[in-house]
């Protein structure tokens, strides 16, 4: 079945430090990845996504992924992690013939002070 | 503003009961989706529309859910006679009409049956 897996439930991170939150994908055909984050009361926010063209895709916030084929993943990465960053995020495929957003379980980044 | 509304934000109800949660979807927005967020997971998708048409109720997990969107732009999720394990969080979304377009959530409804 295809699916995108997120090894760790939690990430800690010291403000300012580079940050990580892994994703790696197994999805046949042209993946249609992305990251969403969800804030505690403020929903789910579209961050970025990889459809085609540049490996690199730059997104909302200082965020950005890298679609690496080889090793079916598409890493979050941020340079410098902020308290503000601490939220849920999720890898996300789009399946179903291409019209249902399929999630991963989520990863919890806490960045501390 | 203009993203996409839910109502209401919250609902309990006693099993058994029916409930209807509403979406509104962002003005011009072609697609609209249901998910089901259960609490400490991913949401999981439940239904999708495009324009008035249902084309993928696949998600649905019982014959008691329900959602429809007659017109095009608001949608309606109806659960009938509610058991304690619909309780979760609705969440509605819309998007333009591409594969691949973003699609923006709203905040969601929180049904908990009693």
């Known amino acids: 079945a295809q699916s995108v897996a997120q090894p760790e439930d939690q990430v800690n991170v010291a403000e300012g430090n580079p940050l990580t939150v892994k994703c790696t994908y197994s999805?046949?055909?042209?993946?249609?990845l992305f990251w969403y984050v969800q804030y505690p009361n403020r929903g789910l926010q579209f961050l970025l996504k990889?459809?085609?063209?540049?490996?690199l895709v730059k997104g909302s916030y200082g965020f950005e992924a890298e679609f690496n084929k080889s090793q079916t993943s598409f890493h979050l990465k941020k340079p410098s992690a902020l308290v503000s960053d601490s939220a849920l995020y999720f890898c996300?495929?789009?399946?179903?013939?291409?019209?249902?957003?399929?999630f991963g379980a989520g990863t919890r980044l806490a960045v501390h002070p | 503003g203009a993203g996409v509304s839910q109502s209401p934000r919250y609902k309990v109800a006693k099993r058994g009961q029916d409930v209807a949660l509403r979406c509104d979807p962002i003005?011009?927005?072609?697609?609209l989706f249901w998910y089901q967020q259960a609490l400490g997971q991913g949401p999981e998708f439940l239904t999708y529309?495009?324009?008035?048409?249902?084309?993928?109720k696949s998600g649905l997990p019982s014959d008691r859910f329900f959602a429809e969107r007659p017109e095009g732009s608001v949608s309606t999720l109806k659960i009938q006679r509610t058991q304690q394990e619909d309780s979760a969080v609705y969440l509605c979304?819309?998007?333009?009409?591409?594969?691949?377009?973003?699609?923006?959530f709203g905040p969601g409804t929180r049904l908990t049956v009693l």
């Open positions: 529309f495009q324009n008035e048409a249902q084309l993928d």
């Open positions: 003005s011009g927005h072609v697609s």
């Open positions: 996300v495929f789009l399946g179903g013939g291409y019209n249902k957003l399929i």
């Open positions: 979304a819309s998007s333009g009409r591409l594969a691949g377009d973003e699609q923006f």
């Open positions: 990889y459809i085609t063209g540049d490996n």
């Open positions: 999805v046949s055909g042209n993946p249609y």
